[in-house]
C-alpha cells in the first residue's frame, strides 16, 4: 500500500463553494459493500435507506471562532493565526500563515473586538507554532469562524458551518459529515425508528492534513481530545445486543469509537486523547455503517473509508463522484456506505 493508491484527479470546480439549501437537499451516494452496488439519491433519503434499531452517532463538537488576523508590527505584514488548542490560559498551538513570519521570539498584534492582543512566537514544531499571548481570552471574543481555505466564494451566515447539534466550541474545523442534518429530517428517522447519541471528538487541522510520505504508515497525526459519555456508551451497547446497527456520521466518530473499542476492549465512559489512524487492512469493532463526505486526494480520511469498504471498491465510487459531478469536501454531498 502506497500513498499513491489515493490519489486521483479532482477538477476544481467541483469544490463546493455554497453549501447545499436546504441542507437535506444534498446529493447521497449509497454504497452496499456486500452488493458492490451504487445508487445515487439525496441526503433526504436517508430514512428510508436506514432500518428500525439503528443508532446514529454523531459529533456534536462546535467550531471555535479560532481564526485571528494581525500584523507584524516592524513590517506591517498582515498574518493570521488559526487556533488548534490551548497548552495554558495564555499559551495556544496555532497553525500560522505566513508560517515563515513565525520565527521564535517575533511578536505580532491582533485584532480582537476589546481590543489589541498580542502574541508572541515560543516555538514551532512540524508545522505547528506555539503562540503566547499578553492576557487571556475568549475565542469567541477575538476571533472569526474559520471556513476550509479550499471554500473561497462563501459570504454567508458563518452558522451554516456548524451542525444544528454542535455545543462546546473547541474544534478547529467542522465535522462535516453532520452538516446535512435538519431537524425535520431528525424527526422523520426518529418516526422510523432510527435513534441518536452523540460523543465529542475535537477536531484538529491536521485531520485533514494530506499525507506526504509514500507510506501511510509513516505519517503523523495530531491527538484530538474525545469524550464518550456513558449515556452513548449504554445507548451502543443496547443497539448491538438488540441486533440494531452502529451509523457513524463522519469519520470523527469513526475514530472515537474504534479507538475506545481498541484501548480498552470494550465501549464505555472514556474521556482522554487519540491519534488513531486507520488504513486498508484494519479491523473495525463496532461501527456498522457510514456516513461522510467525499474527502481529499491522499487525505487519511480517504484511506480509512477504502479500509471499511474496499480500496477498489471506493476508488470506482469516487470515479463516479467526478463523473456525475458530486460535489466534494466540507459543503459537498456526502456518502452512505451499508453492509
Known amino acids: 500500500m502506497r500513498t499513491a493508491d489515493f490519489d486521483f484527479d479532482l477538477p476544481p470546480e467541483l469544490i463546493a463553494q455554497q453549501p447545499a439549501e436546504p441542507r437535506d437537499s444534498a446529493r447521497l451516494m449509497v454504497l452496499r459493500r456486500g452488493a458492490k452496488t451504487i445508487e445515487h ?5 436517508l430514512p428510508g435507506l436506514l432500518t428500525r434499531g439503528d443508532l446514529l452517532v454523531v459529533n456534536d463538537t462546535r467550531v471555535m471562532a479560532a481564526r485571528l488576523t ?3 508590527p516592524d513590517t506591517g505584514g498582515v498574518v493570521e493565526a488559526l487556533l488548534v488548542r490551548p497548552l495554558t490560559d495564555v499559551r495556544w498551538e496555532v497553525l500560522f500563515r505566513p508560517a515563515r513570519q513565525a520565527v521564535a521570539g517575533r511578536r505580532f498584534v491582533f485584532d480582537a473586538h476589546d481590543g489589541p492582543l498580542v502574541g508572541q512566537t515560543v516555538r514551532r514544531i512540524e508545522g505547528v507554532v506555539e503562540l503566547e499571548f499578553d492576557r487571556s481570552f475568549d475565542p469567541a471574543t477575538v476571533g472569526s469562524v474559520p471556513l476550509p481555505p479550499y ?3 462563501y ?3 458563518p452558522e451554516r458551518y456548524q451542525t444544528i447539534y454542535s455545543r462546546d466550541a473547541r474544534s478547529a474545523a467542522a465535522p462535516t459529515a453532520g452538516l446535512h442534518f435538519t431537524p425535520a429530517l431528525f424527526d422523520r428517522l426518529e418516526k422510523a425508528g432510527v435513534t441518536r447519541v452523540a460523543v465529542t471528538l475535537e477536531v484538529g487541522p491536521g485531520t485533514f492534513k494530506p499525507v506526504m510520505v509514500d507510506d501511510p504508515h509513516d505519517h503523523p497525526l495530531h491527538s484530538e481530545h474525545v469524550s464518550l459519555p456513558s449515556a452513548a456508551a449504554d445507548a451502543i451497547d443496547l443497539t448491538k445486543r438488540a441486533g440494531g446497527r452502529i451509523v457513524a456520521v463522519g469519520t470523527t466518530v469513526v475514530r472515537t469509537l474504534e479507538h475506545v473499542a481498541r484501548e480498552r476492549g470494550t465501549i464505555e465512559l472514556y474521556e482522554g ?5 486507520i488504513l486498508p487492512g484494519d479491523s473495525f469493532h463496532v461501527i456498522d455503517v457510514l456516513m461522510t463526505n467525499f474527502h481529499l486526494p491522499k487525505s487519511t480520511l480517504l484511506m480509512l473509508v477504502s479500509a471499511f469498504a474496499g480500496t477498489e471498491f471506493v476508488r470506482e465510487a469516487y470515479r463516479q463522484a467526478v463523473a456525475q ?3 466534494f469536501y466540507s459543503f459537498g454531498d456526502a456518502m452512505l456506505l451499508l453492509p
Open 151 to 153: 471554500i473561497k466564494e
Open 273 to 277: 486523547w487519540t491519534a488513531l489512524k
Open 325 to 327: 459531478q458530486y460535489r
Open 41 to 45: 439519491r439525496r441526503f433526504s433519503d
Open 70 to 72: 494581525g500584523t507584524r
Open 155 to 157: 459570504h454567508g451566515d
